[in-house]
RNA sequence: GCGUCGGUGGCGGAGUGGUCAAUCGCACUAGACUGUAAAUCUGGCGCCUUCGGGCUUCGAAGGUUCGAAUCCUUCCCGGCGCA
């Protein structure tokens, strides 16, 4: 018995795109779909009533983050991630793979999940000299060891632990433990970093299949290969070939490059298994992944930037900190269906962004969710209506204007 | 009235002869954020600027000095103590 059942319902003509359904033992995820992210077994200022509200199917939580902090024993105790964190909907758990990047090459520098390769500093190696470098992170070839950013305590977590870890949360997705390379690598590393990943994923379905989890979860292979056309297509031919339940394609991606590298893995990924891009995205982006195949998307930005200020509108992302909002009453997008847009005024937002009340974040929060969740769900109705190619040319042409 | 302490940029508060247009915090202002080290981080914040610099500031007015927010004199204002 298989954990979840994939059905394509229909594809998007002369390209890769598709729309379907993801049953998983917690509910069906209608596909297209955005994950929402809960690293901590929480959607950051938000309860799981309000999640479920803003039309979230999905959450997303860390491998990492709960094993440091409560303890994969500890959740296992209460029941699993569902009865730990009152979501009876579908999880998925990442794997701590990006934590790899986060807390190793990236760590303590200005390098993210999506750069800009008009900064030609960015793509120097960042391998070369700076042994020195201090990093919460090191890579071994069976596994990374982790210095925890709350207490310095030393962990190391290897394929087979991130599954342990991740049968005790009990999602009902789960990822192959990989490392998550900065584009700023040498090809010469980045081969490295993708045999290592390869052959952490074959430790990784082998452990599951070794136990009885793997009925009632679903494991998804990563593939990487980072801006090299040949190692993408290898890593997707590699992982495409084992016998994932579904697979994620990861990567921290020079923005220009994001679609290029998504095409080359979805043209070789076997095309009846979800597909989930990691970490991604802003609307142009989802609109680029659902257009070039992907079937699943988690990311923090909706949340985080929330927290920020930075809210999303038809016409553009607007940041509610500034001056310009303090005496607007309507809302953020009279367009929106969200119950922030619904109940209060951008004025009020303001107010309570400016002076520090977490009821901001929340009623941010709700409102992003709502609006890229809903985006994505958007998408999905389109390619059931034939009409995918307008709703992206006229959202994109407002939005980004 | 006498004594005493103090008056610094929107606010609080450093500085006590040159490296001071003046540390820092707040406020203000703009920006960043893509598998969450994130209720976080960064820039700006006297006026003007061809971004080299120029100009006017530290209660007020004088003075000492090559040079003053910093020293002196007088005045104005505030706190406290004594009358």
């Not at 319902?9 to 917690?26: C, D, F, M, V, Y």
């Not at 990047?101 to 700076?130: C, H, Q, W």
């Not at 991606?253 to 970490?279: C, I, Q, Y």
């Not at 974040?361 to 389109?382: C, D, E, P, W």
Request: charged share 25%; net charge neutral; proline share 4%.
């Amino acid at each position: 018995m298989k954990p979840i059942k994939f059905s394509i319902i229909k594809e998007l003509q002369g390209k890769l795109g598709r729309a379907g359904t993801l049953e998983t033992p917690h509910g069906v995820i209608p596909t297209p779909a955005f994950v929402t992210v809960g690293t901590k077994a929480t959607v950051k200022a938000l309860s799981t009533d309000d999640v479920k509200n803003t039309g979230a199917d999905v959450v997303l939580a860390n491998t990492y983050h709960l094993y440091l902090q409560p303890g994969d024993e500890r959740v296992k105790k209460f029941g699993g991630l569902h009865k730990f964190m009152n979501w009876f909907g579908p999880i998925m758990t990442d794997s701590g793979g990006f934590q790899v990047f986060s807390l190793g090459a990236a760590y303590g520098k200005n390098l993210n999940k999506v750069i800009s390769i008009t900064d030609p500093s960015r793509l120097i190696s960042e391998r070369s000299m700076d042994h020195e470098a201090p990093r919460l992170a090191t890579i071994g070839s069976d596994g990374v060891s982790f210095r925890s950013h709350l207490d310095g305590s030393l962990h190391y977590i290897t394929p087979e632990k991130s599954v342990e870890i991740q049968h005790n949360l009990g999602a009902d997705i789960i990822f192959a433990f990989d490392e998550c390379t900065s584009p700023s690598e040498t090809v010469a590393y980045q081969e490295e970093a993708l045999d290592r990943t390869h052959r952490w994923a074959k430790k990784s379905l082998e452990y599951h299949k070794s136990k009885i989890n793997s009925e009632s979860q679903a494991l998804f292979g990563i593939v990487q290969g980072g801006r090299e056309e040949n190692l993408r297509k290898r890593s997707a031919e590699f992982i495409g070939r084992m016998d994932f339940d579904g697979f994620g394609i990861g990567g921290s991606f020079a923005k220009e490059d994001m679609s290029t590298a998504v095409l080359w893995v979805n043209g070789v990924l076997p095309k009846d298994k979800p597909r989930h891009l990691l970490g991604i995205g802003e609307p142009e982006d989802l609109f680029m992944g659902v257009e070039n195949g992907v079937d699943l998307f988690d990311c923090v930005a909706p949340t985080r930037r929330a927290r920020g200020g930075t809210l999303y509108t038809e016409e553009g992302k607007i940041n509610i900190g500034n001056a310009q909002f303090v005496e607007a009453e309507g809302p953020i997008d009279p367009r929106c269906g969200c119950s922030t847009c619904k109940d209060y005024s951008l004025g009020y937002l303001s107010h309570l962004y400016r002076s520090k009340e977490m009821l901001a974040s929340t009623l941010g929060s709700i409102h992003n969710l709502y609006f890229i969740t809903n985006l994505v769900k958007r998408m999905r109705q389109a390619i059931l209506d034939d009409n995918f190619e307008k709703l992206k040319t006229d959202f994109l042409a407002k939005y980004l204007k």
